[in-house]
């Protein structure tokens, strides 16, 4: 291997092992707490998976919210229907990622801010869908679905949790559901995106046309990189939901879709090495904001004002700023090696 | 029939509106190519400075103009601060910038003026009364709206296609090498773009509030998304197509409410859903909207 | 009498890559000068200089006034007019809007400029209202030439106007700079990588080879130089 392989690998491990200290240390930091730490963990498998679509493969989407609506309410009705909880996580990504597939067959016809309008009309139309009469049977309408006391959720939503013989409390052990699962989704991710379908989504992304004339068939990597995205971001909803034991239509408004583009972007589209920390920037910084100042409106004002400063200033996110700082690094490691 | 009429007048009105608001996306796109999301926004700001204008003395219609002109001069100013450096970056920056904006007028807003019930306009503007068009009841304000906005619509018209200005605005937007090399200050024919399109969504903000009273400052959000799709159905280069495109959903989205009972659909429940399904059908038969250029790409 | 454009040691880079190092040369009133080189030379990033295209360092001076590092703008209100490499028109409007855009600095006059120009190009006339990206590249060319004159410039600067057209359509074009040279005075700058057709054509040429001035002087003589000769002329 070559010594810029050699350090690039040792960094993941590094940064990995840091990560994962971070996530066992943070529940027991007070600024931080286990529920306020799960929500930054499904935000945070939301925004790899919109990486996923938006980073790697080009398509921007701004329905991940939108998905993960569709993952949500897939636990909240089977849970009620007899479902164990744990065991509606992979049915909510596998239903979730059936929608991202159907969207993403008319995506194929549209490009750009085309995709982008559309995605964000779904995120905007999805609450009214929810709370549908028609779609009642499915939604139970505009009433929220209440999982709370269900003998199917973890601890019955609130009490302590018995795990291998351990006690928690119900928030410990949804925050250490969530992240272990962020963690392996994490992974997962990662395995696929350094081999070749990361390579073929990069190169839908980079041009179609090299890629189509490359033999790769842009219609079937476009759609499953949708598919892929909407079951991440469907898994993201189905632990938001098992969080709070309820399912309403809006859990899951339009800002929701905003807040994990906006994470993926200041993570740093196309590159894994900033989600942890744009998931903690969409998690903290509207939490910091009332801190610097209680005032009506003002933390909204100052969470603008934060990412408009960010994409002038750092336009390509976390992950493009790491990269640049690291840069001398790496070129000495590349032409020495 | 009549009913039938009256509604797709009553839409029109209300189409207007979106109208409006999508002209100012396209000018905006055409010019600097960035989707102003926070154009709503833009429109509910330069709309509470109308009324701290009327609060402190100003009449309706002297605070009207002057608030178009404060929205035109901070349209400038934003395109030159804010927005320069994301033009001719990746599409997305400019997604990220402009919600920004839109968070941070928003909170802006809400902070300055608190979320109070205002009375505003202090009173109609329009008269109440309708007029008796052959049986068809069209009230004066909906003639009104859509008539302003009739005439604004010709105004940019004519202002792009005849004017040595409008030429050097449509000749920045296409080619801005070639045209700073004529003389052209492109750098300035941008802010105008903006400037222009700030001072359109004042105008619609000004209609919304008048027609949906008290002052609600999240009168433009709804309004915003019918805007984009309007865009988007007519094409989001083509001021022609966002005006079509506006009317369009108006009057569509009116008859829907009128006529949903009959449907059993209670469709009015989802207006948003069915502006999208609109969207999703006409782009998958023209994926540029009705009146954009196919795009065709030479391999 | 001084040059109407001068350049003294000009450096120009793209981003951190320097492509002129220190080009000086002059154009007189009235003179019509040619630039050749071989490709990435520096001949289109001296046009580019002038323009304030690139970054620039050193001295560029048009009719006595210091244009370094202006806006184009600027320097398009100085007098200079650029038609760049590969004609660079408004595709999407039609002949005659691109006329009026070459017209802009005008505050009057048009009606004048415009007869002028559809006397050297009468065709422009019979197709004004046609979509100027449906030309062919000959027809472009003159276009681009002509919105050029529109704004009755002092000094013409053309890159590459022969790239890509019929040999008989560049005979045409360089005839028609011969007549607004002769007629009108017009002072002509023109990067060329046809040498022959170039030194034809102009009073005096520079050779340029890696962005340095490599040989300079009267056309008549670069055209019989040796290193010329073996180099671009091909014999």
Partial sequence: MSRLAVARTVAAVLAFAASVAFILVAPHWDKVGDIKGAQMGTYFIAIVGLNIVTGYTGQISLAQGAFMAVGGYTTAFLVTHGVRDLWTIPVAALVAGVFGFLLGIPALRLSGLYLALVTFGLAVAMPDLLAWDKLSSLTSGGQSIQLFGSKHLLGQGFNDVTVFGHTTSFNRAVYYLTW????????????????APGRAFRAVRDSEV?????????????????????????????????????????????????????????????????VLLGAAFVQFLPVASVHISKAQGVPDAIYGAALILIVLLLPTGIAGALKRAASPLTTRLYTRS | MTEFLQ???????????YALLALGIVIIYRSTGVVNFAQGEMATFTTFIAWTLVDHGVGYWGAFGLTILIAFVGGIALERIVVRPVEGKPVINGVILTIGLFILLGGLSNWIW?????????SRPFPTSAWDLGGVAVSKQDAGILAVTLVLMALLWGLFRYTKLGLALRASALNPVASRLVGIRVGWMLG??????????AVAGLFTAAA????DPNMMRPVLIYAFAAAVVGGLESPVGAVVGGLVIGVVLNLISTYDTHLHLDLDRVRLPVALALILIVLLARPTGLFGKQVVRRV | MAPLLELE????????????????????????????????????TTLRAVSGLVTTSGQVRFGGENITRAAPERVARAGIAHVPEGRDIFGELSVHENLRLGAYLQRGGFAQSYERVCGYFPWLERRRAQQAGTLSGGEQQM??????????????MLDEPSLGLAPIVVREIFGILGDLNEKEGLAVLVVEQNAKLALRSSSRAYVLEVGRVALEGPSTELAEDESVRNSYLGY
């Fill in chain 2, 7 to 17: 509604q797709v007048v009553a839409g029109l009105a209300s189409g207007s509106i």
């Fill in chain 3, 143 to 156: 276009l681009a030439i002509a919105r050029a004159l529109m704004s009755q410039p002092r000094l013409l």
């Fill in chain 2, 114 to 122: 608190k979320a109070e019930v205002r009375s505003f306009p202090p």
């Fill in chain 1, 180 to 195: 272990t699962l962020a963690l392996v989704l994490f992974a997962l991710a990662w395995l696929l995106l350094r081999g």
């Fill in chain 1, 210 to 274: 090299a890629a189509a004339s490359s033999g790769v068939n842009i219609a079937a990597y476009k759609t499953v990189a949708f598919a892929i995205g909407a079951a991440y971001a469907g898994v993201a909803g189905s632990l938001l939901v098992i969080a709070v034991a309820f399912a309403d239509p809006q859990s899951f408004p339009a800002k929701l879709s905003l807040t994990i583009l906006v994470g993926a972007v200041i993570a740093g589209l196309g590159s894994m090495w900033g």
């Fill in chain 3, 9 to 44: 040691d000009v450096h120009a880079r793209y981003g951190p890559v320097e492509a002129l190092h220190g080009v000086s040369l002059s154009v007189g009133e009235g003179e019509v000068v040619a630039v050749l080189g071989g490709n990435g030379a520096g001949k289109t």
């Fill in chain 2, 192 to 201: 105008l773009g903006w400037g222009l399109a700030a001072a359109i969504g």
């Fill in chain 2, 212 to 215: 949906n009273p008290p002052l």
